[in-house]
């Protein structure tokens, strides 16, 4: 088991490594892709939730949104329950970026995934799936929720 744990994590760093040399390419670092690719999945995040979802300290998320906010990619508007809190959103401007960024994903998973038959991706999938499930349900363990 260990050895598997170990390919999934030296299988992500490699596939991160190569999206994020395609992604700076389109001048977007690493951090930047995946906040406003996470943004496009879930607007309307603060800037607390987002730092949580991409496992970096609050102050790093705030100074990714800072350079995002500075080229007009992203607008932080008050949360209505929460002055002091943001609520997250991206621009028009951010469209083609992110139009480029997804071409450049299905472009990677290609070839990530060349010589997979339709059948394995999809029982790859549902492993994974069980797998999240598993650490999710521990996690929660951990923190005493039920």
Not at 33 to 56: F, N, S, Y
Not at 59 to 64: G, L, P, V
């Amino acid at each position: 088991m260990k050895e598997l744990a170990w390919e999934m994590a030296e299988t992500h760093r490699m596939m991160r490594r190569f999206y994020d040399r395609g992604a700076s390419a389109l001048g977007v670092t690493s951090a930047q892709w995946r906040m406003l690719l996470r943004l496009a999945r879930e607007p309307g995040l603060k800037q607390v939730e987002l730092a949580e979802r991409l496992d970096v300290e609050p102050i790093t998320a705030c100074r990714i949104v800072d350079r995002l906010e500075d080229a007009g990619l992203v607008e932080r508007h008050r949360d209505p329950d929460d002055r002091r809190a943001w609520r997250l959103m991206l621009t028009k401007k951010a469209t083609p970026i992110l139009e480029k960024l997804r071409i450049l994903a299905e472009e990677m998973s290609a070839e990530a995934f060349s010589g997979l038959s339709p059948d394995e991706i999809e029982n790859m999938r549902t492993a994974l799936g069980k797998v999240r499930e598993n650490v999710s349900r521990a996690e929660n363990a951990q923190k005493g929720v039920a």
